[in-house]
């Protein structure tokens, strides 16, 4: 899995069987500078058709080492391996208006072939033909993890984007609702890297926001933005949140430590928001994704949740950073055993449908 943040490949190694899923082994093998920014350069925007066919190739050499590399680490042998889950690279998604599309890079059959293994990727387009948004995905893995007989959950995860997945008490599928409350890191995580002069592209433990002040104005008046109170199904990414939308925040001319203050409370509102409208009566919340590592962002979500125990997936035996590499090899394992992997009530699709597309691979 890589996502919208565009700071690693996350790679996890799962054993499964049925509905028991155990991790092995988890790596986040780091993009560097230079890929991270040819991948932003392709992202939501013009370019050569050449630039993407090079990159989707480049892509999926790497992940084929990310794999082989995770293995190496954790001393896991590579023969041992017998399916992979790739979702790729989101450089374009619409979920919704005129012809929604999606498109993820990182080819396949280079996975395949480097690796000798069946590889399973493209999950999102089925879901979009299946009258869906295409996200969220992870939905179903939350269900099948983190559903209580006695408790009201809401798994969140801040990653790039933030997404919620609306457990109610003893849920049934057609019960779970899902969707993207708004920015996750990716408002704080520009600012940051614009303010460090691109040594750190995020803001560790949340010390920059620490040092900043709200400014309530601004904040007031990105609240005011007509998709936090939308019903979902609904989806954001970078075409929200990227560079025009930090364009913006700079124009104001704000000191930057205000501006990650102001988006760090903004990224705690909007899930509170969220939570609020579509998920009331919530009693857990449980956090995973690298939004974990900015407590500065943590506090701000207790306090606007105050009748929520807020705690991280790792109290339920997964890892927070692991767990959406953990997810796509659940719906790789889907898709193999001719299971569906989408739920209709979450991503707004017709039906179930199997997701995504087989590239075998031989040893």
């Known amino acids: 899995m890589s996502g919208t943040s565009l700071d690693s490949i996350d790679v996890a190694i799962a054993d499964i069987s049925g509905k028991r899923v ?148 003893n849920a049934v599928p057609e019960d779970v609702i899902a969707f993207d409350t708004g920015p996750g890191n990716m408002v704080i995580d520009q ?58 925040l700079r124009f104001t001319e704000l000191p930057i430590p205000d501006l990650i203050a102001t988006a760090t409370v903004l990224t705690a509102a909007t899930i509170a928001i969220g939570i609020g409208q579509f998920a009331p009566g919530t009693e857990e919340v449980v956090v995973s994704g690298g939004g974990v590592h900015n407590r500065q962002l943590i506090v701000q979500i207790e306090a606007f949740l105050p009748a929520c125990r807020v705690t991280t997936s790792a109290e339920f035996g997964i890892d927070p950073d692991a767990k959406e590499a953990l997810a796509f090899a659940v719906l790789a394992y889907r898709t193999w055993r001719r299971q569906t992997g989408n739920l209709p009530s979450a991503t707004g699709a017709r039906r179930s449908v199997l997701l995504g597309k087989v590239t075998f691979g031989t040893k």
Do not use: W
Request: net charge positive; charged share 20%.
């Open 22 to 169: 155990k991790t092995v082994a988890h790596a986040s093998v780091p993009y560097t500078p230079k890929m991270r920014a040819r991948i932003l350069s392709v992202s939501n925007s013009e370019c050569r058709t050449a630039t993407i066919s090079h990159l989707n190739f480049e892509l999926g050499e790497l992940y084929a080492k990310a794999v082989a590399e995770t293995c190496r680490r954790h001393n896991v042998p590579l023969e041992s391996l017998e399916l992979v889950g790739s979702h790729g690279q989101t450089i374009y998604h619409k979920g919704s208006g005129e012809t929604p599309n999606t498109f993820q890079i990182g080819e396949s059959s280079v996975i395949a072939e480097r690796l000798g293994i069946p590889v399973v990727s493209d999950f999102r387009t089925r879901d979009i033909a299946a009258g869906g948004q295409g996200a969220p995905l992870v939905p179903i893995v939350d269900y099948m993890l983190l559903r209580s007989a006695t408790k009201s959950r809401v798994a969140l995860n801040i990653g790039g984007i933030a997404n919620i997945t609306v457990l109610p008490r």
């Open 191 to 248: 600012l940051a890297s614009i303010f460090t002069d691109g040594k750190e592209a995020f803001d560790r433990d949340g010390e920059i926001a620490a040092e900043g002040y709200l400014n309530r104005a601004l904040l007031g008046k990105l609240l005011k933005d007509g998709y936090y109170s939308a019903p979902p199904p609904k989806t954001a990414g970078r075409e929200q949140y990227g560079r025009d939308f930090v364009g913006k």
